[in-house]
């Protein structure tokens, strides 16, 4: 029977990336989204073009009782979870002293509880299934830090803690846990950023362009196949940052 995955946050950027390279794969993928549902139609409009066929659910995964309708239902389908891509996430950009409580929290639960949550939900099946791979998305400023993104620095540096520990707990039932840190990728994310901004970025990175949300696909893709790589954190940023 082939794969099944859950990746979060799947309807646009990197999500939809990783969806759409996962799906091509024979993998059957459930496509998460919460505010974006025409995305998240398209998507599947836009593959079933190519015989493929994807699931889409409509999920708050930073609330427990909708990750556990979303992990509730695809078990109901298909009996089983292989993978789970902990991509939702959402951004911040303020100074330190101007963070407010709610904003801290908002970035946490979304960022870190989410990936928290999932992961708590989808673990107990794949111990049973004595197999099972986790790749979380978290950011070059979890390890770098960011300048005026102190909560979204947390919450990735969160994600990133939480992948080693987790590998070395969940090592012995076979099931392998790593983060992709991706420095800066063209998505909406990161329209913010002027073009005179993108260009000084490019001029920063050895590679001298900025990324796309394939080339952190081709990372997860890569995770899924591989069988000896866990509790690693792995940063593609085109050398923007070298650690």
């Known amino acids: 029977m082939?794969?099944?995955?859950?990746?979060?946050?799947?309807?646009?950027?990197?999500?939809?990336?990783?969806?759409?390279?996962?799906?091509?794969?024979?993998?059957?993928?459930?496509?998460?989204?919460?505010?974006?549902?025409?995305?998240a139609k398209q998507l599947k409009k836009d593959l079933e073009k190519e015989n493929i066929q994807i699931d889409i659910f409509k999920a708050d995964v930073s609330k427990r009782e909708e990750v556990k309708?979303?992990?509730?239902?695809?078990?109901?389908?298909?009996?089983?979870?292989?993978?789970?891509?902990?991509?939702?996430?959402?951004?911040?950009?303020?100074?330190?002293?101007?963070?407010?409580?709610e904003d801290w929290n908002?970035?946490?639960?979304?960022?870190?509880?989410?990936?928290?949550?999932?992961t708590q939900e989808v673990v107990k099946y794949m111990i049973n299934q004595k197999q099972g791979c986790i790749i979380n998305i978290s950011?070059?400023?979890g390890i770098n830090g960011g300048s005026c993104a102190v909560a979204y620095s947390a919450s990735k540096a969160g994600v990133d803690g939480m992948?080693?520990?987790?590998?070395?707990?969940?090592?012995?039932?076979?099931?392998?846990?790593?983060?992709?840190?991706?420095g800066y990728i063209d998505t909406d994310m990161n329209e913010k950023y002027s073009k005179e901004e993108i260009e000084e970025i490019k001029e920063e990175t050895p590679l001298e362009r900025i990324g796309k949300p394939e080339d952190i696909a081709k990372c997860v893709?890569?995770?899924?196949?591989d069988e000896f790589t866990t509790g690693q954190?792995?940063?593609?940023?085109?050398g923007w940052v070298i650690t």
């Open 2 to 39: 082939e794969k099944v995955t859950i990746v979060t946050g799947g309807s646009r950027g990197i999500g939809k990336a990783i969806v759409q390279t996962l799906a091509r794969e024979n993998i059957k993928v459930i496509a998460n989204y919460n505010h974006s549902e025409e995305k």
């Open 69 to 101: 309708k979303l992990v509730n239902e695809t078990i109901k389908k298909y009996g089983k979870i292989d993978i789970l891509i902990n991509n939702a996430g959402i951004d911040q950009e303020k100074l330190f002293q101007d963070i407010t409580d």
């Open 106 to 118: 908002d970035v946490i639960k979304v960022n870190l509880y989410s990936a928290f949550c999932m």
């Open 139 to 141: 950011s070059i400023y």
């Open 163 to 182: 992948t080693k520990a987790l590998a070395k707990e969940l090592g012995p039932s076979n099931i392998r846990v790593n983060s992709i840190a991706p």
């Open 221 to 225: 893709k890569w995770l899924v196949e």
């Open 233 to 238: 954190v792995i940063s593609i940023n085109g």
